[in-house]
């Protein structure tokens, strides 16, 4: 069992085969800092939250040794060493968000004010979104 936070990050870094330079090199660190954090075990909460995130650690485990050392998987958020492709990443999310807002604008104005009703979302209802002869929140023919 590993009873201090030095002796679980050595663990996790073990069980996925990682050097400390792999390691230091995901977490934007020096492969000394890695080295004193497994010797000492002194962390930022920065880097607990950092080296948590990267290796899909439980931080609770990490830092108290409570729960499952891992989440549901042993696998890290993403590949060590390989860099996010933050353009396709939020080109991704524009095409979800683009298509999540035309459906809103599909939607008919008594539906809009029900899902707003329930959901809690404020939508805007703008006579130019509004199809011709349809009537507006102020009952008002467009």
Not at 5 to 30: C, D, P, Y
Not at 70 to 86: G, H, L, S
Not at 110 to 138: E, H
């Amino acid at each position: 069992m590993q009873s201090t936070i030095n002796q679980r990050f050595i663990f996790v870094r073990k069980s996925l085969g990682l050097t400390q330079t792999e390691v230091a090199k995901e977490l934007g660190l020096t492969p000394q800092a890695v080295s004193a954090l497994e010797k000492k075990g002194n962390p930022s909460q920065g880097t607990i939250t950092a080296f948590c995130k990267a290796f899909s650690v439980n931080e609770m485990w990490l830092m108290d040794g409570v729960g499952e050392a891992f989440a549901k998987e042993v696998q890290p958020a993403y590949k060590v060493n390989q860099p996010i492709d933050w353009k396709q990443e939020a080109y991704e999310m524009m095409k979800k968000e683009n298509e999540w807002l035309k459906r809103m604008l599909e939607l008919a104005l008594g539906d809009k004010q029900q899902l707003s009703k329930y959901k809690g979302l404020r939508l805007a209802v703008s006579p130019v979104l509004l199809p011709k002869g349809a009537y507006s929140a102020t009952s008002k023919v467009v």
